[in-house]
């Protein structure tokens, strides 16, 4: 089966530029994840999805950073404007179900802010 | 609040020896517990997981886990490391309410000599 897709996986921006990552889950997964992952850190959950509805957005940025899954299938995750401490990998991470459910994570997209 | 500790950030061992890398937990409850494996470029993979029950825990590629409650503790070991094993180690704990948020440590990352 189709792993969890990301794109782009790189990306370069100026500060107070604005930024979209896209995401694909696993198909039938019903829970995804958006984690942000910064040099030398564990990733850090930013926002979890079940469906199309929020379960927990506690730690994102919501001045600057917003997110979707409209249709309950692929998600986008917004930067605007960014910040050099933005500069991270964000990764992507599905599961079939939320409590313990395997999650599948992508590649990941490394954002670069100058 | 849930957290992680991973007290070696860098590890060096020589193919063939055996590995433990170490992770220490702060949760009130039972904890739902994993370890991850991320390969430079790649998404985190899950080598393997513990919910309950038997505390000696298999995974895949030839990964085992103990987990001690009475030291708040959750080890990586593998009896004889492969050269293909050198990446980034994550231990993470499910936070509470179990809704599948991880919550992870900050990462060890192992080199192996030839």
């Known amino acids: 089966e189709a792993g969890v897709a990301q794109s782009p996986r790189y990306k370069i921006i100026e500060k107070r530029q604005s930024v979209a990552f896209w995401c694909n889950p696993i198909?039938?997964?019903?829970?995804l994840y958006w984690y942000q992952q910064i040099l030398g850190q564990g990733p850090k959950l930013l926002i979890q999805?079940?469906?199309?509805?929020?379960?927990?957005d506690s730690q994102l940025p919501k001045d600057r950073f917003s997110a979707e899954r409209l249709k309950g299938v692929d998600s986008t995750l917004k930067i605007q404007p960014a910040k050099l401490e933005d500069s991270a990998v964000y990764l992507c991470?599905?599961?079939?179900?939320?409590?313990?459910?395997?999650?599948?994570f992508g590649p990941g997209t490394r954002l670069t802010v100058t | 609040a849930q957290s992680v500790t991973q007290p070696d950030i860098h590890i060096t061992v020589s193919e063939g020896a055996s590995l433990e890398l170490r992770c220490n937990y702060s949760?009130?409850?039972?904890?739902?517990l994993f370890w991850y494996v991320q390969s430079p470029g790649q998404g985190l993979q899950l080598l393997l997981k513990?919910?309950?029950?038997?505390?000696l825990v298999q995974g895949i590629k030839g990964f085992e886990a103990e987990f001690k409650r009475s030291q708040s503790s959750f080890n990586l070991r593998k009896p004889s490391v492969h050269w293909s094993d050198a990446a980034e180690y994550f231990c993470?704990?499910?936070?509470?309410?179990?809704?599948?948020?991880?919550?992870f440590g900050q990462g060890t990352t192992l080199q192996v000599k030839p």
């Open positions: 991470a599905s599961s079939f179900a939320s409590g313990g459910g395997e999650q599948y």
């Open positions: 198909s039938g997964h019903a829970t």
């Open positions: 999805f079940q469906n199309n509805g929020v379960v927990d």
């Open positions: 949760y009130g409850a039972t904890p739902y």
């Open positions: 513990y919910f309950s029950g038997d505390t």
């Open positions: 993470a704990v499910a936070g509470s309410g179990n809704t599948g948020k991880l919550i």
